[in-house]
């Protein structure tokens, strides 16, 4: 006859049950739709990746998740320190222009201490470090969205944010 310590049955059940056990948050929804996103301007709101998101993303002064920074002009110390805190706290940041500028390179680089060759750059926090992505204008990309003459790579605006 086998005797069991009841922390042993425990620990043992809850081995068995944990490995089976389906929580909420671990489920995905996905229903073709894009992740919902509240933007809101800052600096402006001239620029080409604002222009499209604001059809489609509600724009609130607050509750957002999403910054757009237009960067037709540089921000000034303050709301670059601002900027730093809201990417800090895990606000997602674009850093916007019209379509072939090249000054979102130069506002990325003052917020964030790096920038990529692109007409706009998004900007995630994670891990200790910064998520990055270029945004083109167009389908042909910038000439850091293409790698060679035969590739079309599109970082437009559809495809990174899933419209």
Request: glycine content about 8%.
């Amino acid at each position: 006859m086998i005797k069991f310590n009841r922390k042993v049955i425990l620990f043992i059940s809850s081995l068995v049950f944990a490995s089976t056990s389906v929580f909420a948050e671990d489920m995905i929804d996905y229903d073709g739709k894009p992740e919902q996103k509240i933007i809101y301007p800052v600096n402006g709101n001239s620029g080409f990746v604002f222009n499209k998101l604001k059809s489609v993303f509600p724009v609130k002064s607050q509750g957002y998740n999403t910054i757009v920074v237009d960067s037709s002009s540089m921000p000034s110390a303050a709301q670059i320190k601002q900027l730093q805190a809201y990417l800090n706290q895990g606000v997602t940041l674009i850093v916007d222009a019209k379509a072939g500028m090249g000054t979102a390179q130069a506002v990325a680089q003052k917020i964030a201490g790096f920038s990529v060759n692109s007409e706009a750059v998004m900007i995630k926090s994670s891990n200790g470090g910064y998520d990055v992505t270029p945004v083109s204008s167009n389908i042909y990309g910038s000439k850091a969205a293409t790698t060679d003459s035969d590739s079309k790579v599109a970082n437009t605006v559809d495809d990174v944010f899933g419209l």
